[in-house]
Structures are given as structure tokens and as C-alpha cells.
């Protein structure tokens, strides 16, 4: 089987994990010759990933949901584009897009491949959705083991139908850059010999960066400091959090930034202090751009770091606890890089987007060609 026609079905074009890892198998699908549309559940077919798609030759396409509840139109409507464009794979992306687009492919006769990117709590008439949407996939994949524990305890799928496919980076993107590293300290005002700790992220509530602002108060000199990178509805309280470590200056905002592999050379530990995660890609990136990483454990997190071997964990929202753990490593620069080293090689060696995209090509041909082999033949005239 040559050449599929594969769509993914997101939430919206927005910059999140799960659209992102989503977009890099898009990018590799379309570079071996497949065909591949990115369908967003959200209004409009625009987003920071809208035009990313379209630069990879991917057509983007949207179909909302009306109204604020369950919408009973939408998998119709969804069905009625995939038959349109003719399609050998759909792949949904977290819940919404499976309540929707499951039901949908089951309509247009194709087989559905389903990724859990978290942990997705939700109420109990959801939870409800979900499963009976999961009924109509043909593989069912968590993207860590926790995940996939998580998945049978809420008997979210079948068993049988479970698979772990490890999120992928493009690795070729991040590695140590001692240039960058100058150029970058040079933009914020940090000089060279600084000790610097980073965090990228969407800037909300769950992402909980006050609890790294709080653990590096006490600990801020112009010798230590704090960069945090993005944008989101919590800026301007982060903000605020800052000024109240007396020491502001060295709290450093960025704002969204295109560049993050340029960025992470800068720092010298990574800090990810979420109340919720699943596989977060900005981990992989930090480790495979050489930088030891502290993490709340979280979802899916103990399942990529591990304690002193490939990284440091915390429990969640536990200031004193990051605090300890940041002065910790801070006092030992040698540790800090071996963990950073044996990250490094692990990360090359299993979570490349090249793997990844492997390992899905292996449901989607199966899937494909089942789904084939039962579709009826079309009905020929006599004479």
C-alpha cells in the first residue's frame, strides 16, 4: 500500500501538544507521498498550525460545532467531508475530536485511529461520550503507559485495541549550541557565567509557572535567573508574581517565541511545573537539546524521566519542594550533565518523529487494508 489518504481530526488549529505532535506527522506523512488534510472542530480554519499545515502541503479545512452542548449534526457533517474528499485513515486527537470524528468514519466507511495526548478528565456524561465513540475506533493508542493504565482503569477503550506510541520530536532541530547560547544570553541581559533556569509553555492556569516563580524567589541573584517563555491568559498575574520577589529584573518574559531551539541553548536546567500533563514535547526538546530537566510528576512524565537517571522530579504544586531540588542541582554541575547526556541518547534514539510516524504507518496499513478487504465491490452493469 503505497500512498493513503490520512486526516486528522483536531480540536482547533491552536498551538497545543496534541496539534503539534499532529502537525509532525503530517509534515513526514506528506514528505513520503501520502495524502494528508488537518481538519479543525473549532470555528474558522485559522491558527498559529493553520498556515504550518499549509506550508507542508496539507490542506486545512473546519467544521464547528453549533451550540454550546452536544451538537448531533457534527459527525454527519464530518462524515459528509470525508466522503467528499476521499479518505483511508482518519485520525482523531483527544476527546472532542473523538466523540466527533470516530462516529464519522465509521459513517464513511474508514477505519479510525485514535491518540490519547493526557490524562482528560471530564464529567461523567463525557467520560459516557468517549466510550461509546472509542467503540467505532479500530486502534486505540496512549501516547505513555501511564496513559494507557489510565485508559483501562476508565475503561475508555477495549484492551485489545490499545497500543503505546510514544510522542516524536524532529531531534535534528535541538541539540547544544554554545553560539546561541552567547547570542541569546546577550539579547535577555544575562551574562555568560549566569546559572539560568527556563520553562516554555502556554502561560495558563494549568501550567502552573507561579510555582517556578515562587521556588526561585528566594534563590534570584545576578548570578541566578529565571526566563520563561510564552504567552496566555496568566501573563500579566506571572507578571505580578515576579515583582513580589523583590527582584523582578531577573525574572525574564519573553512572549511567544518561533525560536525555542535557540532559546533552550540559553538555559542550564529546564523546569516543566504543570498540574497536568501527558508526553509534553517540550520535555523531549529540552533533553534532546542537552539540558538536565526538573518536572512535576505528572500523567505521563514518570514515564520519560526518570529520577537522577534521565531527569529530577518534584511533587506538584510543592515550592519548597522545586526550591530544594533547584539548589540541589545547582551544587552539582557534573551530575546535572551526565543526567542531561544519558536524556540526550535517549530521546535520540526513541522519540524521533521518524519513529513515531513509523509506528502509526504500521496501524494505518493495517487498519487500511481490513478495511478494504470488507468494503463491497462496486456494482458493475451488464451489456
Not at 513580589?244 to 540559553?266: C, K, N, W, Y
Not at 526513541?350 to 478494504?372: G, N, P, W
Amino acid at each position: 500500500m503505497n500512498e493513503l489518504s490520512i486526516v486528522h481530526v483536531l480540536s482547533s488549529f491552536g498551538m497545543g501538544g496534541q496539534e503539534r505532535v499532529a502537525l509532525g506527522l503530517a509534515q513526514l506523512q506528506r514528505a513520503q507521498g501520502h495524502r494528508v488534510l488537518a481538519l479543525s472542530l473549532s470555528g474558522g480554519a485559522h491558527g498559529p498550525l493553520a498556515e504550518l499545515f499549509q506550508r507542508a502541503n496539507v490542506a486545512t479545512a473546519s467544521l464547528p460545532k453549533q451550540g454550546p452542548s452536544f451538537d448531533p449534526t457534527l459527525a454527519l457533517r464530518i462524515s459528509q467531508y470525508l466522503r467528499q474528499v476521499g479518505v483511508d485513515v482518519v485520525h482523531t486527537h483527544n476527546p472532542h475530536a473523538l466523540v466527533y470524528g470516530a462516529p464519522a468514519a465509521a459513517m464513511a466507511s474508514a477505519p479510525c485511529v485514535h491518540t490519547k495526548h493526557g490524562i482528560n478528565p471530564d464529567s461523567p456524561r463525557r467520560k459516557w461520550l468517549r466510550r461509546v465513540a472509542s467503540k467505532m475506533v479500530g486502534a486505540y493508542v496512549a501516547v505513555t503507559p501511564t496513559l494507557a493504565r489510565v485508559a483501562i482503569a476508565e475503561h475508555e477503550c477495549d484492551p485489545t485495541q490499545l497500543h503505546v506510541i510514544p510522542n516524536g520530536i524532529d531531534t535534528s532541530r535541538f541539540r547544544p549550541d554554545l553560539e546561541a547560547r552567547r547570542r541569546v544570553r546577550a539579547q535577555l541581559g544575562i551574562a555568560d557565567n549566569a546559572w539560568v533556569v527556563g520553562t516554555v509553555g502556554r502561560l495558563a492556569p494549568e501550567k502552573n509557572q507561579g510555582l517556578l516563580i515562587d521556588a526561585m524567589g528566594p534563590m534570584l541573584d545576578p548570578r541566578r535567573h529565571l526566563v520563561i517563555v510564552g504567552d496566555g491568559p496568566e501573563q500579566q498575574h506571572l507578571a505580578e508574581r515576579a515583582r513580589a520577589t523583590m527582584r523582578p529584573e531577573l525574572v525574564h518574559f519573553t512572549g511567544p517565541r518561533q525560536d525555542i531551539e535557540q532559546l533552550l541553548s540559553a538555559f542550564d536546567v529546564f523546569a516543566l511545573t504543570s498540574e497536568s500533563e501527558g508526553l509534553p514535547l517540550v520535555l523531549l526538546e529540552a533533553m534532546a537539546a542537552g539540558l538536565p530537566v526538573v518536572s512535576t510528576s505528572v500523567g505521563g512524565v514518570p514515564d520519560l524521566v526518570e529520577e537522577q537517571v534521565t531527569g529530577f522530579l518534584v511533587p506538584p504544586s510543592s515550592p519548597t519542594a522545586l526550591m530544594a531540588k533547584l539548589i540541589w542541582l545547582s551544587s552539582r554541575p557534573q551530575k546535572a550533565l551526565d543526567v542531561a547526556a544519558t536524556a540526550r541518547s535517549r530521546v535520540l534514539e526513541r522519540h524521533s518523529t521518524e519513529h513515531m510516524t513509523a509506528d502509526y504507518q504500521a496501524l494505518y496499513v493495517r487498519l487500511a487494508r481490513r478495511a478494504r478487504a470488507v468494503r463491497p465491490a462496486p456494482l458493475v452493469a451488464n451489456g
